[in-house]
């Protein structure tokens, strides 16, 4: 076994075909039937890696799905009003992501295709090495490692590695290990593989060691270390801010602000205002409070509803009909303030 950080095993080269063999034997025997692993199609496979960057595989199959729906070619996501782009992927956060999508389609379609090149994939905008590792190894079979959590996971422990996995020397070797460890002939489907592994077999809490493919080869399963691995020290807690949103309906319509151009997060977006954006609120009540984690924030989001007398709505707000909504940018705690509203 190749990239063995700790450990007394000497690697040798059966080591190297047994794990690779194993770990693709088991991926090809039966793994999780996702829609993106039906295509090499770098435009598919670009738009599934930057979702799953913050997403769940199965949370994420139905944006997917929507996403290529309305977008179904990197010339339609060129043309599209970025309102529209936005608007297909609220829920999913992060917008930057969409944006980045956007602006990349319209450099691919400017230069007349895709990159085919790692160094080319990851210069447009939002691709990180993770990114392009992805797309260059499973669209053009290109011999490039990822490096995701659940591979670092999996190397952590597979090779009773006990840096801490915040710690850029850490990476290195592991990303290292990744590449040398890499599949040649298919690397595209070993990198699916190890991600696999980790998402489905070699879990965070409780790794399925048993029912393993490369469990004769990992060197935590055999000094009993596995679920001390990885090792993350100096977690961030998140900081917890309070915030006030109001609704204010008049029938079927529903007042909302649009978030500035250059507003840090999801600028442009239309949100519920804040309590005290409106002066002429009257009639408050509270309606519920939920949590919503941005970055490294946890917002605790007590939602009001309200009325307003006619002409006093302040400027730059809107009346919208939610049916609108999936054609506009709405925040995710707008739709969750009005999702409380509608248990009620
Ligand atoms: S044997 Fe256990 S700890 Fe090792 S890679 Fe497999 S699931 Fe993970």
Not at 60 to 84: D, H, K, M, S
Request: aromatic residues 8%; contains cysteine.
């Amino acid at each position: 076994m190749p990239g063995w950080a700790t450990g007394e095993r000497q690697a040798t080269e059966d080591d190297d075909l047994s794990y690779a063999a194993r770990l693709l034997a088991w991926f090809d025997a039966g793994h999780r039937d996702l829609p993106w692993r039906r295509t090499r199609d770098p435009y598919r496979i670009w738009v599934s890696e930057i979702m799953l960057q913050q997403t769940r595989a199965a949370a994420a199959i139905p944006y997917y799905e929507e996403f290529l729906r309305r977008f179904p070619t990197v010339e339609a996501l060129a043309g599209a009003p970025e309102a529209e782009v936005l608007a297909a992927w609220s829920g999913l956060g992060y917008y930057s992501r969409a944006r980045n999508l956007r602006a990349g389609a319209a450099l691919v379609v400017e230069r007349g295709g895709f990159p085919s090149d790692l160094e080319a994939i990851r210069a447009l905008p939002g691709i990180g090495p993770y990114t392009a590792a992805a797309v260059a190894s499973i669209a053009f079979g290109l011999p490039h490692a990822v490096l995701d959590g659940n591979v670092i996971r999996v190397i952590s422990r597979v090779s009773n590695d006990p840096g801490d996995i915040r710690a850029p020397a850490t990476r290195k070797r592991f990303q290292a290990a990744a590449d040398e460890w890499l599949h040649r002939v298919r690397p595209g489907a070993f990198n699916q593989a190890m991600m696999e592994l980790g998402a489905t077999v070699c879990l965070p809490r409780a790794p399925l060691c048993l029912v393993c493919p490369v469990n004769s080869t990992c060197e935590a399963r055999m000094a009993g270390t596995q679920n001390q691995l990885p090792v993350k020290l100096g977690k961030v807690k998140p900081e917890a801010v309070e915030s006030r949103v109001v609704i204010v309906r008049r029938g079927q319509w529903i007042f909302l602000r649009q978030r500035d151009a250059d507003a840090r997060r999801m600028a442009g977006f239309w949100e519920l205002p804040g309590l005290e954006d409106i002066p002429a609120l009257i009639d408050t009540s509270v309606v519920g409070n939920f949590q919503h984690t941005i970055v490294n924030q946890c917002y605790s989001v007590t939602v009001y509803r309200g009325a307003m007398p006619r002409g006093s709505a302040p400027a730059g707000g809107k009346w919208m009909k939610p049916e609108l909504f999936t054609d506009v940018p709405i925040t995710t705690v707008t739709r969750k303030a009005l999702e409380l509203l509608r248990k009620r």
